[in-house]
Nanobody, 123 residues
Framework: QVQLVESGGGLVQAGGSLRLSCAASSRTVSAYAMGWFRQAPGKEREVVAA????????YYAHFAKGRSTISRDNAKNTMFLQMNALKPEDAAVYYC????????????????WGQGTQVTVSS
């Protein structure tokens, strides 16, 4: 069992930046691909970005490309999401997730989820 805990959410003005962190409870996570998802009120949860176990491969949703960077530090069992040029429509609960695969396969179906961290963007 892998437990994931997000941090770094909060209130930011439009155009600002946030860095989300996801700390895993087990070194096992270093063998898994991981990802960030978000869910806004009244909308379905959607993938924001994902990263392979080694960190060499990444995926970004169209709305995240050019504004976000996903990274990980396997020595610290931690994953990050740097978000820049935030827009009001980026406001959502952001979730950390881990897959039962080292590669980005079935990207919409991770096995493990964190509890989420709220990101609010003021206009």
């Amino acid at each position: 069992q892998v437990q994931l805990v997000e941090s770094g959410g909060g209130l930011v003005q439009a155009g600002g930046s946030l860095r989300l962190s996801c700390a895993a409870s087990s070194r096992t996570v270093s063998a898994y691909a991981m990802g960030w998802f978000r869910q806004a009120p009244g909308k379905e949860r959607e993938v924001v970005a994902a990263i392979t176990a080694t960190g060499e491969g990444t995926y970004y949703a169209h709305f995240a490309k050019g504004r976000s960077t996903i990274s990980r530090d396997n020595a610290k069992n931690t994953m990050f999401l740097q978000m820049n040029a935030l827009k009001p429509e980026d406001a959502a609960v952001y979730y950390c997730a881990a897959y039962l695969s080292a590669t980005l396969y079935a990207i919409d179906a991770p096995q493990y989820w964190g509890q989420g961290t709220q990101v609010t963007v003021s206009s």
